[in-house]
């Protein structure tokens, strides 16, 4: 049988480790190198590139075989990949926040399975969040997308060999440029997916396809380029996929400028072939193709070091070397590539039993997501949530993740409340008295000041009635549409809840109505001017609280979570931890001035200030833990602003002065638009 094998080309090499090393310092968090990510963009053409190489070769020379090609995708991924998902799963029960062993299990089972790009979309989002930076698997969400590949691309390829063979460069040429479209279009409206997902991402892979398919296809063209030619283009890549790294900034989103230094990594691949150019006297170094040849193993080894590294740190409050760190990977990386990579490539009894321990592995992670680990709260005063009290959202199975970040906090029960129900069912309800002096509206964020709200309303001698709901916007137009389903409502809920809000705060006519939302979540300024109009056409005084600072842990229990960073109570003391200052954070402050800033008879009542040190927030009094995740405060934490909301509200509606009612029906239009 013909050899299938390529001519090594050590300048390859090189270019894995010039994709790699920027990808780890990146990924160190070096503030200089904001595009190292951009790495895994250039492995995507590379991989194009020799696969399709192969696949040509073996079918020209007629050993072309499916069953042979994935074998020895199989030999070549899984080995490394299996040992070091293991050594990463059994490291991360010691060392991992508790309640997220659960979703390591699911991060195990989809990394050893290739669909961990589609996991970590729909469970950590955003590449830069907090859930994805703490995900020890996260990494081999770029696996994925190249095993999918090496999956369908191989039958594409036989089949247009087989029936369009001259057609096969325009016809990967055209769905090069669907995806790429695609991914344009996705860096937009979607950038999530796009980031993750294999059609958005097809066309990086594509691009070392086509030129593969011109070199075996036109060699001598390629051959007969002048020297000075070569070492211009080739010359022009490296600078552009160099320049990629400290240039384009993927923390706002994934940018559609990566299309420049994937065209930089083809440039480099098909132009440096030649001994005599520069690029590749650079990148065919000795040590550079060494560290290309481990660049493997050192891509699986530096993304979990570098997450469970955190995790000790916070366990043993001690920071590590960046050097310290990065020379365990290297370590780790040739004994892998030397002990595991290199005697199991070409053998084919590597196989049978990578397969045995993939599915050992496999069975494993199921056992972790069946887990119900949890930290040592004790220390802590019970932490209480209110909320379930005043939720309007229909009564629906909780959501598993809900139940699990709620894991040790107090949930008071809403059974045998004085609930007012305005549709058969009960689907549409409040909690309140009927004709309410004050009426809350809001989310989640309403629900968490709902029981200090209530208290105020009684201390000032108030009626009061609260129609908000968990994950349900605030706003809705008027006159009143048939919009989205929300996480607890069908779209028909919530349009007969919207309707009976509006009913009902028509008939009531509340002196006051109170907004309070997660801003950092509203749609837009413009989204709230249908119900803002028309609460000043009822006559009411709207007054909006500002939102907490988010805290930097993400969407985790506050408790738990306090317990794993090593924070202890210590009596009479507040303490602290980092917040967020984001975009999104930022956005949300804003838009609730602009709307205050826009409407005579809306008034901001500001605590985010009670909750803040400097750029840390307050998590801790004693014992007392004021959330209970980083963006909800505790029963404990909403008490702290109660007499700074109280003041607000008693100095306006102490006494209602019926002339201000009507200059505000008078003038709401012409005032709030």
């Not at 190489?53 to 073996?58: F, G």
């Not at 605030?474 to 509006?502: H, M, N, Q, S, W």
């Not at 102490?654 to 201000?660: D, F, N």
């Amino acid at each position: 049988m013909p050899s299938t094998s390529l001519s090594y080309r050590p300048e390859i090499d090189g270019l894995r480790a010039f994709a790699v090393i920027p990808v780890i310092l990146f990924h160190f968090g070096l503030d200089w190198i904001p595009g190292g990510y951009i790495g895994v963009d250039v492995f995507f053409v590379i991989s194009g590139f020799l696969i399709t190489s192969i696949l040509l070769k073996d079918y020209d020379q007629g050993v072309f075989s499916f069953s042979d090609f994935w074998l020895r995708r199989i030999r070549r991924i899984l080995p490394v990949l299996v040992v070091i998902v293991l050594v990463t799963l059994i490291a991360s029960q010691f060392l991992l926040y508790a309640p997220d062993i659960y979703y390591l299990g699911k991060q195990g089972i989809a990394s050893l399975l290739s669909f961990a790009n589609i996991s970590q979309w729909l469970t950590a989002g955003n590449y830069w969040g907090y859930a994805a930076e703490n995900s020890p698997l996260l990494h081999t969400w770029s696996l994925s997308v190249e095993e999918q590949f090496y999956l369908i691309f191989p039958l594409f390829i036989f089949i247009a060999l087989k029936y369009f063979r001259n057609w096969l460069a325009p016809l990967v040429l055209v769905l090069c440029v669907l995806s790429a479209l695609l991914f344009i279009y996705g860096t937009k409206n979607h950038p999530d997916a796009t980031f993750y997902l294999l059609p958005t991402r097809a066309w990086e892979l594509g691009v070392g396809a086509f030129l593969a398919i011109a070199v075996y296809k036109y060699p001598a063209f390629f051959q007969r380029k002048k020297s000075s030619t070569l070492q211009v283009l080739s010359l022009v890549g490296l600078c552009v996929v160099a320049l990629s790294y400290f240039f384009i900034d993927g923390h706002d989103g994934i940018s559609p400028l990566l299309i420049l230094p994937v065209i930089g990594a083809g440039l480099i691949i098909v132009f440096a072939s030649g001994s005599h150019t520069l690029v590749n006297k650079v990148l065919s170094i000795p040590a550079v193709v060494y560290v290309g040849k481990i660049s493997y193993s050192l891509y699986l080894w530096h993304w979990p070091i570098l997450v469970l590294s955190k995790n000790l740190s916070l366990k043993t409050q001690t920071e590590y070397s960046i050097y310290l760190l990065f020379g365990l990977m290297m370590v780790l990386s040739v004994i892998s590539y030397h002990l595991i990579e290199k005697p199991t490539r070409k053998n084919k009894k590597t196989v049978p039993v990578v397969l045995t321990v993939l599915v050992l592995g496999v069975i494993y992670s199921y056992t972790l997501t069946h887990s119900d680990y949890a930290e040592d709260i004790s220390m802590y005063s019970q932490t209480q949530w209110d909320g379930e009290l005043y939720n309007s959202s229909p009564s629906k199975e909780i959501l598993d993740t809900t139940k699990r970040k709620m894991q040790g906090i107090k949930v008071s029960d809403n059974k045998g409340r004085n609930w007012q129900a305005y549709k058969e069912g009960g689907v549409v309800k409040h909690y309140g008295k009927d004709s309410p002096e004050i009426v809350v509206l809001g989310d989640s964020h309403a629900l968490m000041w709902a029981s200090t709200l209530d208290q105020i309303a009684k201390q000032l001698n108030k009626t009061i009635d609260f129609y908000a709901a968990d994950g349900t916007p605030t706003f809705f137009k008027i006159p009143v549409t048939l919009g989205d389903r929300t996480i607890f409502f069908t779209a028909e809920e919530k349009r007969d809840y919207d309707e009976a809000r509006l009913k009902y705060l028509k008939k009531w006519k509340p002196e006051t109505v109170i907004i309070t939302q997660s801003w950092s979540n509203l749609e837009s300024v413009e989204s709230t001017h249908d119900l803002i109009k028309f609460l000043g056409e009822i006559g009411a005084k709207v007054f909006l609280i500002e939102q907490p600072p988010e805290l930097f842990y993400g969407d985790k229990n506050a408790t738990q979570f306090l317990s794993h960073y090593g924070m202890k109570p210590r009596e009479g003391e507040k303490q602290y931890v980092p917040f967020v200052n984001s975009a999104l954070y930022q956005y949300g402050r804003k838009s609730v001035r602009d709307i205050v800033d826009a409407c005579n008879y809306c008034e901001l009542i500001e605590i985010a200030d009670i909750y803040m040190k400097g750029d840390q927030g307050w998590v801790l009094d004693g014992s007392d833990v004021l959330y209970i995740d980083e963006d909800h405060l505790s029963s404990a934490g909403s008490s702290k602003a109660q007499q700074r909301i109280m003041k607000a509200l008693d100095t306006r509606i102490s006494t209602r002065i019926s002339s201000q009612i009507n200059t505000h029906q008078n003038n709401t239009k012409a005032e709030y638009h």
